[in-house]
């Protein structure tokens, strides 16, 4: 996902645009906003990643790649 040789910032700058931008396509096809919040889910979005902080979304996110390949793994067997 975000290379581990990238400086601080880079990575802050990739992940937030990269959450922004899952953030939002989830949003507006789960209410059907069309992008009418879309400001309001960025300054959300980061928020949450500054308090956060990009290491643990970095963490989160490989935990959560590696439970959903066990549970196909698990699931086509």
């Known amino acids: 996902m975000v290379d581990k040789c990238l ?3 880079a990575k802050t700058s990739l992940v937030k645009h990269k959450v922004q931008k ?3 396509k989830y949003v507006n096809e789960k209410l059907g906003l ?3 919040l879309d400001q ?8 949450v990643i500054d308090t956060a902080g990009v290491s643990n979304v ?4 490989d935990i959560y790649d590696k439970l959903s390949k066990l549970k196909k793994d698990n699931g086509s067997s």
Do not use: N
């Not at 309001?40 to 928020?47: C, G, R, S, T």
């Open 7 to 9: 400086p601080e910032k």
């Open 22 to 24: 899952e953030a939002k």
């Open 34 to 36: 069309e992008g009418q």
């Open 40 to 47: 309001h889910v960025e300054a959300l979005a980061d928020k």
């Open 58 to 61: 970095l963490k989160a996110k």
